[in-house]
């Protein structure tokens, strides 16, 4: 069964670190790109960032210079690096899966819930 | 900066025709935005609906159809059933490697 599984998440102080991890069944995380997509509470859904196949990486402009997305193809996982955290990247953090050339994204992990307070 | 726009509500009534659009504040919407359209329950992940503009990802039903109506993408749900009561997102490509989400349609049935 191809599934996405998130975890890392928790409580942290505003300009404190979290490190998310993606772990991939049924696929190989080296052969897809992977993006991260965040919901704050009550709110809408926010794209995060990418890491594609070949490597190329993209940030949105909210957590640009803040967060790192980086990919273990030993471990089949992909991870985001939150560094600097504010009380406004508090939400539920979820991965999914790029569709081959489509510019979308198929399968969705069940997310992993980020709060940033003091 | 350009924003992606929806219809904060909509309603349908039980086996009802309803089309939900996702525009920009700027610009028109083409198929070279790839829009995509996601269904998401209240504490559940999303679920991709459609990709592409008007592919059905696997295990949609075919109620579900995507299109470009004017200058927007269009998600229309063809006789409504209740459990399709959810919020939906459309998403676009925007950029190289960079994509945005509309604010969502809450979607009642009744």
């Known amino acids: 069964e191809v599934q996405l599984v998130e975890s890392g998440g928790g409580l942290v102080q505003p300009g404190g670190s979290l490190r998310l991890s993606c772990a991939a069944s049924g696929f190989t995380v080296s052969t897809r790109y992977i993006t991260w997509v965040r919901q704050a509470p009550g709110k809408g859904l926010e794209w995060v960032s990418v890491?594609?196949?070949?490597?190329?990486?993209y940030y949105a402009a909210s957590v640009k210079g803040r967060f790192t997305i980086s990919r273990d193809n030993s471990k089949n996982s992909v991870f985001l690096q939150m560094d600097s955290l504010r009380a406004e990247d508090s939400a539920v953090y979820y991965c999914?899966?790029?569709?081959?050339?489509?510019?979308?994204?198929?399968?969705w992990g069940q997310g992993t819930v980020v709060t940033v307070s003091s | 900066q350009t924003v992606v726009t929806q219809e904060p509500s909509f309603s349908v009534s039980p086996g009802g025709t309803v089309t939900l659009t996702c525009g920009l504040t700027s610009g028109s919407v083409s198929t070279t935005y790839s829009p995509s359209w996601y269904q998401q329950t209240p504490g559940q992940a999303p679920r991709t609906l459609i990709y592409?503009?008007?592919t059905r990802s696997s295990g949609v039903p075919d109620r579900f159809s995507g299109s470009i109506l004017g200058n927007k993408a269009a998600l229309t749900i063809t006789g409504a059933q209740a459990d399709d009561e959810s919020d939906y997102y459309c998403g676009l490509y925007v950029d190289s490697g960079i994509w945005m989400f509309g604010g969502g349609t809450k979607l009642t049935v009744l």
């Open positions: 999914a899966r790029g569709v081959v050339a489509k510019n979308a994204f198929d399968i």
């Open positions: 890491i594609y196949s070949g490597g190329s990486i």
């Open positions: 592409n503009t008007n």
